[in-house]
């Protein structure tokens, strides 16, 4: 908005020409985003309290952990609405309105978001974890996921290629299977965010490293002459991605205000399945999924972690770890909550740091 009505006015003062460069809008979008969440945050609890949005920890074949989370039953959930609205506020003031790299994201944002919503919403009619089906919010990512994917393969100037990091001229042609690709990237990175968000801040604490990280490989794609000496992809306006990601930092750090131990807030799936989703599209777009692996690796692992254990105790009998995901394996292991949380972070700090490494070791 700022974009289509402040730099037309850069005849009448030049100030106004600041307005058209993406490094000014990434700022003030990380920094509105980040205000929104820290100013309409204690309004949204309260109403989510008034609404009686409690978190419902209980699990099946879960009594183990029950002890950690007493205290979490007075805590509102949904807390994604608040990290939803911060994200879609921001890109509509600093964002370009023309571009499909700001509607596209949104647009995955909500649907992602809604999905989450649903499922929460469930939880607290029904008073019990039991939400939506995994098959019914499979189905409604594998719809999005369709979508995008059949959109940018009949884009005859998007590529389909899989970049590999690490290695200049490793290109793998997907052709037709693009978008199934598309629907794996889309749906994997949200339910593996999704998985994460079992403790006080961790989620979105990694996911501010990774989002952080996607803004500069946004900007460099969006950069030809950058992404030309760098030796990526040049996707022409996906330079505008950046503002995007920068306003996925400043939510996650702003709802962390809230939400680090002890939280006072939950984002609950309306936000863990949302703010996957968005990484998993900002890495289709800017041709860097196989770096999303890297930059992401918390959340993957955390996946796998789950994987691995149902995969070992349906064949053997056995688990692989005391609970999964992995975060519950390390607080049955004895470690605090916060200590767990804050390692996790120093890894997802230096996960992104080696992601960006990537950049020139190809």
């Given at each position: 908005m700022f974009y289509h009505f402040l730099f037309p006015l850069r005849e009448q003062w030049f100030f106004f020409n600041l307005f058209k460069y993406i490094t000014l809008r990434t700022v003030g979008a990380s920094v509105t985003a980040f205000l929104v969440c820290v100013v309409l945050g204690p309004w949204i609890t309260k109403l989510l309290s008034r609404l009686d949005a409690r978190t419902h920890v209980s699990r099946e074949h879960a009594s183990q952990i029950h002890t950690f989370y007493a205290a979490k039953k007075t805590v509102p959930t949904m807390g994604g609405v608040l990290i939803l609205l911060s994200l879609v506020s921001s890109n509509l003031l600093w964002g370009n309105l023309s571009s499909r790299y700001l509607w596209w994201p949104l647009g995955v944002v909500v649907w992602f978001g809604a999905i989450g919503?649903?499922?929460?919403?469930?939880?607290?009619?029904?008073?019990?974890?039991?939400?939506?089906?995994?098959?019914?919010?499979?189905?409604?990512?594998?719809?999005?996921?369709?979508?995008?994917?059949?959109?940018?393969?009949?884009?005859?100037?998007?590529?389909?290629?899989?970049?590999?990091?690490?290695?200049?001229?490793?290109?793998?042609?997907?052709?037709?299977?693009?978008?199934p690709f598309v629907v794996l990237v889309l749906s994997g990175s949200s339910n593996a965010l999704n998985l994460t968000d079992g403790l006080d801040g961790l989620a979105v604490g990694c996911l501010s490293f990774a989002a952080g990280a996607f803004s500069i490989l946004s900007y460099i794609a969006g950069r030809s002459d950058f992404a030309f000496y760098l030796g990526m992809p040049h996707i022409s306006g996906a330079g505008e991605l950046t503002v995007f990601c920068a306003s996925l930092v400043g939510a996650s750090i702003g709802f962390l205000w809230y939400n680090a131990y002890p939280a006072t807030i939950m984002m609950g799936d309306t936000g863990s399945l949302s703010l996957g989703g968005?990484?998993?599209?900002?890495?289709?777009?800017?041709k860097n999924e196989l770096t999303l692996l890297i930059?992401?690796?918390?959340?993957?692992?955390?996946?796998?972690?789950?994987?691995?254990?149902?995969?070992s105790f349906r064949l053997f009998k056995r688990r692989v770890f005391l609970m999964s995901p992995f975060h519950h394996h390390l607080q049955l292991k004895g470690w605090p909550e916060s200590k767990v949380t804050i390692r996790l972070w120093i890894v997802a700090f230096i996960l992104a740091l080696i992601g960006l490494g990537t950049i020139k070791l190809r």
């Open positions: 919503f649903v499922d929460d919403w469930m939880k607290l009619k029904s008073a019990s974890s039991r939400g939506l089906s995994g098959r019914i919010k499979f189905f409604g990512q594998l719809i999005l996921g369709v979508v995008v994917g059949g959109c940018l393969y009949l884009d005859p100037e998007f590529s389909k290629n899989l970049y590999v990091p690490f290695f200049k001229n490793t290109v793998i042609t997907l052709g037709i299977w693009f978008v968005a990484l998993g599209f900002v890495a289709i777009m800017i930059v992401g690796g918390v959340f993957v692992w955390e996946a796998c972690s789950v994987m691995i254990q149902v995969v």
